[in-house]
Nanobody, 120 residues
Framework: QVQLVESGGGLVQAGGSLRLSCAAS????????MGWYRQAPGKQRELVAS???????NYAESVKGRFTISRANAKNSVYLQMNSLKPEDTAVYYC??????????????WGQGTQVTVSS
């Protein structure tokens, strides 16, 4: 009922920048928390950054000062600006959105993932 489409991943050299985008569509009544997670090979999926509508943002310690999460509520979208990228940022990045559908049921949806590769 709720779909997330991500874009913006790719290959970049260390020190470079990328901007990820995620747009939510479908039976959405309200979007509460939106965030970005990542999963590197052989590792568990981890939170990168999250933002609550009208509330605080939250960042993993490893990305603080380098990554910035933002959202455009009118577009049901969330973005992740990634600067000063490091090889250890290499992972598949997933968008997550939580909220309520038009049927007033709670949902937590995931995007399909976008690969970010940082070369040294």
């Amino acid at each position: 009922q709720v779909q997330l489409v991500e874009s913006g991943g790719g290959l970049v050299q260390a020190g470079g920048s990328l901007r990820l985008s995620c747009a939510a569509s479908g039976s959405i009544y309200r979007l509460n928390e939106m965030g970005w997670y990542r999963q590197a090979p052989g590792k568990q999926r981890e939170l990168v950054a999250s933002t609550v509508s009208g509330g605080p943002t939250n960042y993993a310690e490893s990305v603080k000062g380098r990554f910035t999460i933002s959202r455009a509520n009118a577009k049901n979208s969330v973005y992740l600006q990634m600067n000063s990228l490091k090889p250890e940022d290499t992972a598949v990045y997933y968008c997550n959105a939580q909220g309520a559908t038009m049927a007033y049921t709670a949902f937590s949806a995931w995007g399909q993932g976008t690969q970010v590769t940082v070369s040294s």
